[in-house]
């Protein structure tokens, strides 16, 4: 899988969190995929649950030191 | 006569009908924790760029009193609990309703259907405003429409949180139309006010109180604030 | 490109579905004109500032009058043009607009008149008594199909408001359908034509 882009929102707060990632599926291209690094609780919920909201895939993650890695691709 | 208005919450809602409720000579008392934020701006048209960090309610009472010299705003800086009331609803005429959360949402239901205050809701999300006047005990409530909070989970997500903010301006307006309304004995009530600022359409949606309604029903459960009743439910 | 302060002061527009930054962007690169400071005009642009409308010509060089323009020009400001005194004004809520003031120009008696850029209408918006008039049109409503009779402040609230967000419709849907609604006691109705052309 390779990732067309990478961005990092532990250091934000909802909803700053989700609209940084909105803004990078922006700027990449349908079936690319973004690779998510985020921290805590609430983004690990809602980041997952708004990306399929609005019609992205969410391909999985991966607990690690220093936060979790979420992969989506994006939708049409 | 004075009259006093209560109005609850000074962001997007509430900085739509303060302006317009001063300009009507009215008291009013606003509640509202918050301190003003950068993501407010788009929105809560009383504060500046140089309010950021500042007390809502402090910013608000400032821009009330440029706008309206002599306007008598009492600014609190709390968060509504129980045990403010019925104390904070003393003398007040009516009440504005502009929160941003259930729990307050309920919890102001509530209290005016006990106090027998009659109050007006306001609610905003995305594109789309709603606004109900309440007259307790005769016109549907808050909980004979919407019951109780929401379950976990079911809470709109972040995602959620966008909205329009010229929506505030409409839905404000609307609100205060519906105060005055209360405060000079015309017809209000019993009916759900929609706008939809996408397509411009509007509707409204007849209701009426339910006679099994928990708290301003014939046979109420609900006849104290229990603050146990006002919690946002935790997602597991 | 949005900047960090961009991003957070128009959060809740990029969180739309409809906008997202690239709405934004737009919102930023859109430009519109205000004849008519009056209460409609000033909840409109206040509101399209707060959008983050990147260019807002005013015009109106009458003064303000004793009272101020509520929610936008204080009293202080009585006698000043009212073009002049909204500068500042909307300055303070948004470094993001640039705004500038056409005099001598024209302006609207009654109500405003907003000409979004690119628009083929223009948006008319005017507050009488308890009843809100807001619409796209080639031609404002002339004064004489105006009755007699101040607006509350709440009608100019509701059509100034409405006149915003049909602005901002425009921007970022591309949607001017013409025909000037009448909005009154929560309801709305089509606004007869004109008679007197």
């Known amino acids: 899988m390779t990732v067309a882009r990478t961005v990092d929102i532990r250091s934000y707060r909802c909803p700053m969190t989700w609209v940084r990632v909105k803004l990078a599926l922006e700027a990449i291209a349908p079936g690319e995929v973004l690779e998510v690094l985020l921290s805590g609780e609430e983004p690990a919920r809602n980041i997952p649950r708004s990306a399929a909201d609005e019609g992205h895939e969410v391909l999985g993650s991966e607990e690690g030191p220093e936060g979790m890695r979420l992969w989506l691709r994006k939708g049409c | 006569m004075e009259r006093t208005v209560l109005v609850v919450g000074a962001g997007g809602l509430g900085c739509a009908v303060l302006p317009l409720l001063a300009a009507h000579g009215l008291r009013i008392r606003v509640y509202d924790a918050d301190v003003v934020s950068l993501d407010n701006l788009q929105r809560q048209l009383l504060f500046r760029t140089a309010d950021v960090g500042r007390p809502k309610v402090e910013a608000a009472a400032d821009a009330l009193a440029r706008l309206f010299p002599g306007a008598r705003i009492e600014a609190v800086g709390e968060r509504l609990v129980p045990e403010d009331f019925p104390a904070v609803l003393e003398g007040v005429d009516v009440v504005l309703d502009g929160s941003d959360n259930f729990p307050t949402r309920f919890l102001v239901n509530d209290a005016c259907v006990l106090a027998g205050k009659p109050l007006v809701h306001g609610g905003i999300l995305r594109f789309t405003g709603q606004v109900m006047a309440i007259l307790p005990g005769q016109t549907a409530c808050y909980r004979c429409l919407f019951e109780d909070l929401p379950p976990a989970g079911a809470v709109p997500s972040c995602s959620e949180a966008g909205v329009l903010g010229a929506l505030c301006g409409i839905v404000g307006a609307r609100m205060v139309a519906q105060a005055r309304a209360i405060l000079e004995g015309r017809p209000a009530g019993d009916e759900l006010w929609i706008h939809d600022a996408r397509t411009g359409r509007t509707r409204m949606v007849p209701l009426s109180r339910d006679e099994r309604c928990a708290v301003c029903g014939d046979a109420p459960t609900i006849v104290n604030l229990d603050a146990a009743r006002y919690v946002e439910a935790r997602a597991a | ?197």
């Open chain 3, 1 to 197: 490109m949005l900047t960090d302060a961009q991003i957070e002061r128009y959060a809740r527009h990029i969180l739309l579905r409809e906008v997202g930054g690239s709405g934004q962007r737009r919102l930023l690169a859109s430009e519109v004109r205000l004849e008519g400071i009056s209460p409609e005009g000033a909840w409109a642009v206040l509101y399209l500032a707060l959008a983050g409308v990147g260019r807002i010509v005013v015009a109106d060089p009458r003064p303000v009058p004793a009272g101020g323009i509520p929610p936008l020009i204080p009293p202080s400001q009585a006698g000043r043009p009212r073009d002049a005194a909204a500068v500042p004004a909307l300055a303070a809520h948004n470094p993001d607009v640039r705004l500038e003031v056409e005099a001598p120009g024209t302006w609207s008696e009654i109500g405003a008149v907003l000409r979004p850029k690119g628009a083929d209408l223009l948006l008319f918006a005017r507050a009488e008594g308890e009843a809100s008039l807001v619409g796209w049109a080639e031609a404002p409503p002339c004064p004489a199909c105006a009755p007699a009779g101040e607006a509350t402040p709440e009608a100019a609230a509701l059509a100034g408001s409405l006149a915003a967000s049909r602005v901002l419709g425009f921007f970022l849907f591309g949607e001017a359908p013409a025909g000037i609604l009448r909005f009154e006691g929560g309801r709305k109705e089509a606004l007869a034509p004109c008679p007197h052309r």
